[in-house]
């Protein structure tokens, strides 16, 4: 696929040109269709038709962000005041929280209602409680949480709110389609951060709403049209590349992680870790009956044990210096390599243990990566 940097295509007639036109929020791949790349342009078409395989759905539209994404996969449920009640799990990207709070409650006053979990877990009988009470018009859920990794029975959570008449949105970056695919569950939409594992090499910024209804998709065409959300050709050309091994890396990364949890479970100084393949994660029979045997995700998060704070602070502290060069704080996750942040600094008191860091791991090979870490953790246990 060559890289349309085209802002306008040319067209044949005025014929061609109202055909175009009229055929604008279609899913429509003929050439004679595209008009300006804001609206369509036919390397992201092109990299649109990978993810489409992946999440296995009708339609499939890439943002220049997954926040755009998000904002567009949520307005296109807005219906001006008529709008009901929008139900939101409180463990979702905190960016995300930032957005519910600051656009959609407070500038676009949306009545915002959130779901809590109960001991690291979704308790079910409790959501049917608060989904027949508030009766929302959509609920908003992501697979796998952050930092804390619980995992969301999301194929009952779709089963709750249909009940109940509401449109469910799964983001599901963290378990990516490898391990679960909720549009074949009967989810309305789903997103995902394509900065994260699908592009996967941490050098774009890109979103995708992905779904199975004409409507919504012609909705979210048209939105993203309006606010100017559109895929940039450069990065869906380097995404249509990368998108290519995406399947080899996030094996290679939750086989890697799933060696990695185990290893850090027997060190003394690691108080707890938070992996949903280890049977003490409260989400673990649920991250089974969801991903089967495929793997776990490949984010982990870890606290260092310690007598009192400044201890748990000193530990995290010397940790984060001693695999610096190899394993880098860099706050996202999905890179090829092994990153990491510290969640006390990230969460504030939403997280406040201050041992904690959350590992997003890479495809580098295993023994590198333990090596690294248990170099560390030698030199901190010799203090
Ligand atoms: N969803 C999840 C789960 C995320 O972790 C992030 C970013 O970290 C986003 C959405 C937002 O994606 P982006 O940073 O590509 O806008």
């Known amino acids: 696929m060559p890289v349309y940097r085209d802002a306008g295509f040319e067209l044949t007639d005025a014929i061609t040109t109202e055909n175009a036109f009229k ?3 279609e899913h429509s791949r003929e050439s004679d269709i595209y008009i300006y790349s804001r609206y369509r342009n036919p390397t992201v078409v092109s990299a649109e038709d990978e993810i489409m395989k992946l999440e296995e759905c009708a339609w499939a539209l890439l943002t220049q962000s997954g926040m755009s994404a998000i904002d567009t996969a949520l307005s296109i449920f807005q219906n001006g005041n008529s709008t009901r009640p929008w139900l939101f799990f409180t463990e979702i990207y905190g960016g995300t929280i930032s957005f519910v709070e600051s656009v959609l409650k407070t500038r676009r006053g949306l009545n915002i209602q959130y ?3 109960d001991n690291g877990t979704y308790d079910p009988d409790k959501l049917e409680n608060a989904i027949s009470v508030i009766k929302p018009e959509l609920v908003y859920i992501e697979t796998i949480s952050n930092p804390m990794l619980i995992v969301a029975d999301v194929t009952n959570v779709l089963i709750i709110a249909k009940k109940y008449g509401a449109k469910v949105i799964v983001d599901n970056t963290f378990a990516t389609p490898y391990l679960y695919k909720p549009l074949t569950d009967n989810a309305d939409i789903v997103i995902h951060s394509v900065t994260k594992y699908f592009s996967g090499h941490g050098n774009l910024s890109a979103g995708v709403i992905c779904g199975n209804n004409d409507k919504m998709m012609q909705s979210a065409i048209e939105y993203r049209k309006f606010v100017g959300h559109m895929l940039s050709p450069d990065d869906a050309y380097r995404l249509q590349t990368q998108i290519q091994t995406f399947e080899l890396r996030f094996s290679r990364q939750c086989s890697n992680a799933s060696r990695l949890a185990e290893y850090l479970g027997n060190i003394p100084i690691i108080n707890m870790v938070w992996f949903p393949g ?13 991903f089967g045997n495929k793997g776990n995700g490949a984010m982990i998060t870890f606290d260092f044990d310690g007598k009192d704070k400044n201890e748990k602070r000193g530990r995290r502290d010397m ?7 190899k394993i880098k704080l860099i706050p996202t996750l999905g890179d090829p390599r092994t990153i990491l942040m510290p969640v006390e600094a990230v969460w504030g008191a939403k997280y406040p243990e201050p041992g904690m860091i959350r590992l997003s791991v890479g495809f580098e090979d295993y023994g590198e990566l333990e090596g690294i870490i248990s170099g560390a953790v030698d030199r901190i246990e010799a203090g």
């Open 23 to 25: 055929k604008e929020t």
């Open 278 to 290: 280890l049977k003490s994660h409260p989400t673990h029979i649920i991250a089974e009956k969801l």
């Open 319 to 325: 940790f984060i210096k001693l695999v610096s060069e």
């Open 115 to 117: 779901f809590t979990p």
